[in-house]
């Protein structure tokens, strides 16, 4: 393993040193305007986008009674729920625009909130504190200290400053990424929709409420369940063709860059 | 503008060493060229912001390799293409070691070259493709392991048939 280790290693040096003379020289004048009007092109598109969301608004008030409620309902413990049945199995987690169904709903107490999840998935196979203001793998996220827990390809996270409360440790959002991790759980949306599956599955499942757009910046292509500037489940796709696949969902407030 | 100035310094330290790693993915210099310029025109749209990380260089190959996998795996859908790059349209010049390497690339899935090409071209270790990818370490290190496997299994493979010529 070592010896081709080293061969590649070798032979990809000498690649680069072929390759480097050979690079066209940069025209950076050519990359300046085409970066110029790129942004006039995304000022354009984000005017047009607002002006169709405002439309939509409006007219979705009148048409959908979707715009005026909640995905799936409050799912807080403390709330009653107006969410169809659990379903069955220790292990089922229900992803909701609020929270984890029948679990934890965002603006829980941590303490209250990881109790729950362990009672119900057992001990977490991770736990990270971060408080790198540069960010982590999610980005950066609100709050200054972020506690993140890790039940297979769930993650919950923590903070004490966010839209859902200041001041104590709190469920701000989750996160399903990564593989399944066997025994762990899967987890799903109401209606079915979990990390793998299609874009044509996701949009059988919610149909108009579901807005699928190319996301300029990597890692991927994105959609969002639920009205514009609400609560909602967003997540990512690998391309927005209905064979695309959804590579990750989230709920709650995001992390940025 | 001294941001200007810093875009144009940026720009000129990386851009070859960047399309160099894109190359080893899409098998095209032209290809590289041109994935890697976009990435830095959307750079120097967000450049207040990005030239206060520490690695900018980071988020415009990441915006690069996603333009290229995203181009490839398009292109592948809609040619029906196996995944291989094509002949580029002013090839570079060469030695037939490294054609061979070149090759046996496109003969590999995208994921594999692209681990490929951060590891031993952007000299990242398996714990930052980890992170760059947002995938476990262990996926990166059996695609890193399973890549190997699969260009040595092509070296030998052309080895085995230079020897046959020969003989």
């Not at chain 1, 081709?4 to 290693?9: F, S």
């Not at chain 1, 960010?135 to 839209?163: A, D, E, K, M």
Request: one cysteine or more; hydrophobic letters at 40%; aromatic letters at 8%.
């Amino acid at each position: 393993v070592t010896r081709l280790d080293d061969e590649l290693r070798r032979r990809y040096s000498e690649l680069e040193a072929t390759l480097l003379p050979q690079v066209r020289g940069a025209d950076l004048a050519a990359v300046q305007r085409r970066g110029r009007a790129r942004r006039i092109h995304r000022a354009l598109a984000v005017a047009a986008a607002a002006t169709l969301l405002v439309v939509a608004a409006v007219v979705g008030v009148k048409l959908h009674p979707f715009a005026q409620h909640s995905v799936v309902g409050p799912v807080s413990p403390s709330v009653p729920s107006t969410a169809p049945p659990l379903p069955q199995g220790p292990q089922r987690v229900v992803l909701t625009d609020r929270g984890l169904a029948g679990i934890a709903a965002f603006g829980d107490p941590m303490d209250r909130a990881l109790a729950s999840l362990r009672e119900r998935l057992g001990p977490p196979d991770q736990e990270v504190t971060n408080d790198n203001p540069e960010g982590n793998i999610f980005g950066v996220c609100p709050g200054g200290l972020n506690r993140y827990v890790r039940w297979g390809r769930l993650w919950v996270l923590f903070t004490t400053q966010s839209r859902y409360g200041q001041g104590r440790w709190h469920l701000f959002a989750y996160y399903v990424k990564g593989e399944q991790v066997s025994g762990r759980p899967d987890p799903a949306t109401q209606r079915g929709i979990h990390v793998g599956s299609t874009v044509a599955e996701l949009q059988a499942a919610y149909g108009h409420q579901v807005q699928i757009f190319p996301i300029e910046v990597p890692p991927s292509d994105g959609f969002r369940i639920g009205p514009g500037n609400g609560p909602a489940i967003d997540g990512l796709l690998s391309s927005t063709t209905a064979d695309g696949r959804v590579t990750q969902l989230h709920g709650g407030q995001g992390c940025g860059e | 503008m001294a941001g200007d100035r810093d875009f144009a310094a940026f720009y000129e330290a990386n851009y070859e060493r960047l399309v160099v790693q894109l190359f080893a993915v899409t098998g095209s210099l032209q290809d590289a060229q041109d994935v890697v310029q976009e990435a830095f025109a959307r750079a120097f749209v967000r450049w207040q912001r990005l030239r206060a990380y520490d690695l900018p260089a980071a988020w415009v190959r990441r915006v690069a390799f996603h333009l290229a996998l995203q181009g490839l795996r398009r292109a592948r859908r809609t040619l029906g293409l196996n995944g291989r790059p094509g002949l580029p349209s002013e090839p570079p010049r060469l030695a037939a070691d490294q054609l061979e390497l070149v090759d046996a690339l496109g003969r590999l899935p995208l994921r594999y070259r692209q681990v490929l090409a951060l590891h031993y071209l952007a000299d990242l270790p398996v714990e930052e493709i980890a992170r760059d990818l947002t995938l476990p370490v262990g996926t990166i290190k059996s695609r890193l392991a399973r890549a190997r496997q699969r260009l040595a299994a092509q070296f030998a493979d052309g080895r085995e048939t230079d020897r046959d010529q020969v003989g």
